[in-house]
T-cell receptor
Framework: QQPVQSPQAVILREGEDAVINCSSSKALYSVHWYRQKHGEAPIFLMILLKGGEQKGHDKISASFNEKKQQSSLYLTASQLSYSGTYFCGTEGGSNYKLTFGKGTLLTVNP | KAGVTQTPRYLIKTRGQQVTLSCSPISGHRSVSWYQQTPGQGLQFLFEYFSETQRNKGNFPGRFSGRQFSNSRSEMNVSTLELGDSALYLC???????????FGPGTRLTVT
């Protein structure tokens, strides 16, 4: 089951904050977040494991609500370099299969 | 460390032909996953290999197959190509399939 991401697209001005949500109907073991710029490969941002702590580095952080099977990616004080499509990938157990959402297109303008 | 490499980067084939794509993972990574990316469907999981064993397969027809060699390099094969197979095919490697994945630049396949 493909996770659902929201919003589908968001436009920000530099310095503004954004939240991207990822929701699954299945029990999750882990949630991965990736960013892909146009014409490039997806880049790993962070992984959240069931029972693990909220992750973050620099001004990007994420949370994982195991009970609701939801994860949120928080981008604070956005920079131009944050522009791209953000994908969440979910893994439900010992199946080694990462299922990605359709992505959220984030555009940061000066 | 060198990143994930994929060859070829671009490929044009005609319907009915078959194609083989290659992926070399980051040194030390034993898991290789393959994905198909299209504008309409996004990133879709094809299969994952670990130590030469396929551990999971996505919902793709049997025309899509893969294998992994003892050096962790992986290939995927698509037989009897259809127009709908046109896509960017990405492979990703990780130490173990459940952890962070590092993507290669992809192979852009166009079927005419």
């Amino acid at each position: 089951q493909q996770p659902v991401q929201s919003p589908q697209a968001v436009i920000l001005r530099e310095g503004e904050d954004a939240v991207i949500n990822c929701s699954s109907s299945k029990a999750l073991y882990s949630v991965h977040w990736y960013r892909q710029k146009h014409g490039e490969a997806p880049i790993f941002l962070m992984i959240l494991l069931k029972g693990g702590e909220q992750k973050g580095h620099d001004k990007i952080s994420a949370s994982f609500n195991e009970k609701k099977q939801q994860s949120s990616l928080y981008l604070t004080a956005s920079q131009l370099s944050y522009s791209g499509t953000y994908f969440c990938g979910t893994e439900g157990g010992s199946n080694y299969k990462l299922t990605f959402g359709k992505g959220t297109l984030l555009t940061v303008n000066p | 460390k060198a990143g994930v490499t994929q060859t070829p980067r671009y490929l044009i084939k005609t319907r009915g032909q078959q194609v083989t794509l290659s992926c070399s993972p980051i040194s030390g990574h034993r898991s290789v996953s393959w994905y198909q990316q299209t504008p309409g469907q996004g990133l879709q999981f094809l299969f994952e290999y670990f130590s030469e064993t396929q551990r999971n397969k996505g919902n793709f027809p049997g025309r899509f197959s893969g294998r992994q060699f003892s050096n962790s390099r992986s290939e995927m094969n698509v037989s009897t190509l259809e127009l709908g197979d046109s896509a960017l095919y990405l492979c990703a490697s990780s130490l173990e399939g459940r952890y962070e994945q590092y993507f290669g630049p992809g192979t852009r396949l166009t079927v005419t």
